[in-house]
T-cell receptor
Framework: DAEITQSPRHKITETGRQVTLACHQT?????MFWYRQDLGHGLRLIHY???????NKGEVSDGYSVSRSNTEDLPLTLESAASSQTSVYFC????????????FGNGTRLTVT | KNEVEQSPQNLTAQEGEFITINCSYS?????LHWLQQHPGGGIVSLFM???GKKKHGRLIATINIQEKHSSLHITASHPRDSAVYIC????????FGTGTSLTVIP
């Protein structure tokens, strides 16, 4: 069965370190998204990609970057981790078009100390 | 102002009760999604609808495009329905509500 996998599930890092969260999907979807989820907020879009070599900034992109070198993967990098980036991160993918459902990974809980 | 508002934020029900969660949105949309998130778990899509009503088992979702409103109903609620239910809409991008935390007590 097709799936979307995030790794690691949990990560603790120190302020200032570079961290990369992995996202891998086997749906062959063009669209991939990174969200963060915090108490009191809905899911907030960090970055997204509509295809290979395409990346776009979302509403909370500062301090994060992504790259899309193939269809399956969209790694999220925190250039210099900050305590404000402690959160649960979700990767999602969709086939494309306005009526395509989102498929989510199981999330990565990141703690920046 | 949030583009998507859900109510209530928290809901506790006795097993067997009929439950309604509401979602209002302020943007033009092409579809509305209801998502379910169990504690510590991932997020799964329950429904995607652009008009009318859909039913899966004990779950029913309705949407009124003119009023920009959707409801998620759970009939004969069960403790395993305890989860956060998230409303999302697709316009030029996805917009998410902050979720409704449902607890069903045996």
């Amino acid at each position: 069965d097709a799936e979307i996998t995030q790794s690691p599930r949990h990560k603790i890092t120190e302020t200032g370190r570079q961290v990369t969260l992995a996202c891998h999907q086997t749906w062959n979807h063009n669209n991939m998204f990174w969200y963060r989820q915090d108490l009191g907020h809905g899911l907030r879009l960090i970055h997204y990609s509509y295809g290979v070599h395409d990346t776009n900034k979302g509403e909370v992109s500062d301090g994060y970057s992504v790259s899309r070198s193939n269809t399956e993967d969209l790694p999220l990098t925190l250039e210099s981790a900050a305590s404000s980036q402690t959160s649960v991160y979700f990767c999602a993918s969709s086939r494309g078009g306005p009526n395509s459902p989102l498929h989510f990974g199981n999330g990565t809980r990141l703690t920046v100390t | 102002k949030n583009e998507v508002e859900q109510s209530p934020q928290n809901l506790t029900a006795q097993e067997g009760e009929f439950i309604t969660i509401n979602c209002s949105y302020s943007v033009g949309i092409s579809a509305l999604h209801w998502l379910q998130q169990h504690p510590g778990g991932g997020i799964v899509s329950l429904f995607m609808l652009s008009s009318g009503k859909k039913k899966h088992g004990r779950l029913i979702a309705t949407i009124n495009i003119q009023e920009k409103h959707s409801s998620l109903h759970i009939t004969a609620s069960h403790p395993r329905d305890s989860a956060v239910y998230i409303c999302a809409v697709t316009g030029n991008q996805f917009y998410f509500g902050t979720g409704t935390s449902l607890t069903v007590i045996p």
